[in-house]
């Protein structure tokens, strides 16, 4: 069974930048279909970005295509996700997901989740 660690959330302004990590143990991130979500207080986690493994193809929600890169490094057995240009809307808790599967009306299923980190943008 995977386990995941998110950490690196925190407080910034809006128009910054914050870099998450998700260090998996119990699995090689290098050939794993891992993601990022969100959910803010309320409401379901949201997919954000994946990377697909071992190709490491990667693919993006709207929202966040051209300001978000995920990424991973093997050494580190970690997934990392970058924000840019951060804004308001980004506030939530970011989790990292293994293994995920999206079904035909769009829902997200993951064998494991980490416990997640804050991300609160400011004005």
């Known amino acids: 069974q995977v386990q995941l660690v998110e950490s690196g959330g925190g407080l910034v302004q809006a128009g910054g930048s914050l870099t998450l990590s998700c260090v998996a143990s119990?699995?090689?991130?290098?050939?794993?279909?891992m993601a990022w979500f969100r959910q803010t207080s309320g409401l379901e986690r949201d997919f954000v970005a994946e990377i697909e493994g071992p190709g490491g193809a990667t693919h993006y929600a709207d929202s966040v295509k051209g300001r978000f890169t995920i990424s991973r490094d093997n050494a580190k057995n970690t997934i990392y996700l970058q924000m840019n240009s951060l804004k308001l809307e980004d506030t939530a808790i970011y989790f990292c997901g293994a293994d995920p599967a999206r079904t035909s009306d769009g829902r997200y299923f993951v064998s494991a989740w980490g416990r997640g980190t804050q991300v609160t943008v400011s004005p």
């Open positions: 119990g699995r090689s991130v290098s050939l794993s279909h």
